[in-house]
């Protein structure tokens, strides 16, 4: 399974963007690259998924570079809700169901006024 | 549209009791998962199951058993709950696409979480 790594903690501010980069050098050519936020005493929620090159949903974007080893989800004007620990996962769901995704510890996003 | 549900919200068990927690969904999803969350931690799947009276292990299986008898219904059971086993569980549920990996192919919809400690 392919291994993340994110920052621990990000700080903002409310209208700033927010770009969190998430690390993945040992991703396979079959894994796509998913992101997830959690709010506290919530289950996470699917944000958005891509493969390579840039996706871009009403929720955020994400980018990704041709090698694909690591990965940037950015937030357009965040606000005081986008709180929240933001997750980053690489992997793939087999045939069978199988989730192949890994939740890590995820970066901890703090937005102020 | 409840979405995914899960009952109860809270238990505290003494070693060695049972106890079942159940997840319902209303979105006739056929995989639905269990995962389990510890303090600071991301989550870990327990077990999944890819449609009605079908189970399969996930990554931390040992401890638990699960059923799938209604397609809307996973149930997940502790038959001798220990200590290390205090940690809030999420069910999750998908419904299964085919082909291309495309918009939402990832997207499980969690449910609110059952926070459980055993003491």
């Known amino acids: 399974l392919a291994k993340t790594t994110q920052p621990i903690s990000m700080d903002s501010y409310e209208g700033q963007e927010v770009n969190i980069t998430c690390s993945h050098n040992n991703i396979a050519t079959n894994d796509y690259i998913t992101w997830y936020q959690q709010f506290p005493s919530q289950g996470p929620r699917f944000i958005i998924q891509?493969?390579?090159t840039k996706v871009t949903n009403e929720v955020a974007s994400l980018f990704i570079p041709a090698d694909r080893k690591s990965s940037t989800l950015s937030l357009p004007r965040v606000s005081l809700s986008d709180t929240a620990v933001y997750y980053c996962l690489v992997g793939d769901i087999d045939g069978t169901g199988f989730q192949k995704l890994v939740f890590g510890t995820g970066t901890r996003l703090l937005v102020s006024p | 549209n409840a979405g995914v549900t899960q009952t109860p919200k809270f238990r505290v068990l003494k070693t060695g009791q049972s106890m079942t927690l159940l997840c319902a969904q209303d979105m006739n999803h056929e995989y639905m998962y269990w995962y389990r969350q510890d303090p600071g931690m991301g989550l870990r799947l327990i077990h999944y199951s890819v449609g009605e009276g079908t189970t399969a292990k996930g990554e931390v299986p040992d401890g638990y058993n699960v059923s799938r008898l209604k397609k809307q219904n996973f149930l997940l059971g502790l038959e001798s709950a220990a200590p290390s086993q205090t940690s809030v569980y999420f069910c999750?549920?998908?419904?299964?696409?085919?082909?291309?990996?495309?918009?939402?192919?990832?997207?499980?919809?969690f449910g609110p979480g059952t926070r459980l400690t055993v003491t």
């Open positions: 999750a549920s998908r419904l299964p696409s085919q082909g291309v990996r495309t918009g939402n192919y990832y997207e499980q919809y």
């Open positions: 891509g493969y390579k």
